[in-house]
């Protein structure tokens, strides 16, 4: 079992739907990504936090807004998302950055 | 252009025998990490390797980083049917804007039994 807790694990979505994906964690981790997945490709980095504060943006488009409400806590609310967008979204923490991750199981969204 | 170049990018071998998949940088890493991903779940890590010429031992599965820390390779002896999956590696530089992971390409692992 992954100590990353991401909700939903499925998601269906039309592009003009908002949404929120969510991850949660409890080892004390003070880093937390968010990354996107194609099918059979490497996760592609999009957002850092550390310490509750976005460190890295990857230039990822506004429709993808990210959010850290407190240390155990990171959210990625969707809006007017196109199809392909359609993805697995992982979140991962790890102690602090440049530590080793920890990974979620995902979001497999689906942008119809 | 990729940073990190794994090979091979697919490998379907039969049980018990042994493999090796490769990673390799023209770039110096401060770590190397190693996941496998199975489908329908996130990457799990495996090992972290930090020091140059460190090798690391898993049950079969051995690790070793290359002294420039450029590069690192993954041996898996006698294969079964439960290493199948997908081998990532990632490593960690420190860049302005903080330090973040990059990783290769991946190497789909299939054990036939």
């Known amino acids: 079992d992954t100590e990353v807790t991401q909700t939903p694990k499925h998601l269906v979505m039309g592009m003009t739907n908002k949404k929120s994906l969510k991850c949660e964690q409890h080892m004390g981790h003070r880093a937390m990504y968010w990354y996107k997945q194609k099918a059979k490709k490497p996760p592609e980095l999009m957002f850092v936090y550390s310490y509750e504060k976005l460190s890295i943006n990857e230039s990822v488009p506004s429709r993808f807004s990210p959010e850290c409400p407190n240390s155990s806590l990171l959210n990625l609310h969707l809006h007017a998302l196109q199809p392909e967008d359609s993805a697995l979204y992982l979140c991962?923490?790890?102690?602090?950055?440049?530590?080793?991750?920890?990974f979620g199981d995902g979001t497999r969204l689906s942008i119809l | 252009t990729q940073l990190l170049e794994q090979s091979p990018q697919f490998l379907s071998i039969q049980e018990g025998e042994n493999l090796t998949v490769y990673c390799n940088s023209s770039?110096?890493?401060?770590?190397l990490q190693w996941y496998r991903q199975e489908p329908g779940e996130g990457p799990v890590l495996l090992v972290t390797v930090v020091t140059g010429g460190e090798v690391k031992k898993l049950k079969r599965l051995t690790f070793q980083f290359g002294d420039a820390r450029k590069d690192s390779s993954l041996h898996i002896t006698a294969a079964q049917p439960g290493d199948t999956g997908l081998y990532l590696c990632?490593?960690?530089?420190?860049?302005?804007?903080?330090?973040?992971?990059?990783f290769g390409e991946g190497t789909q692992l299939t054990v036939n039994p």
């Open positions: 770039s110096v890493f401060s770590s």
């Open positions: 990632a490593g960690a530089r420190e860049e302005t804007s903080g330090s973040r992971l990059t």
């Open positions: 991962a923490s790890s102690q602090s950055i440049g530590q080793p991750q920890h």
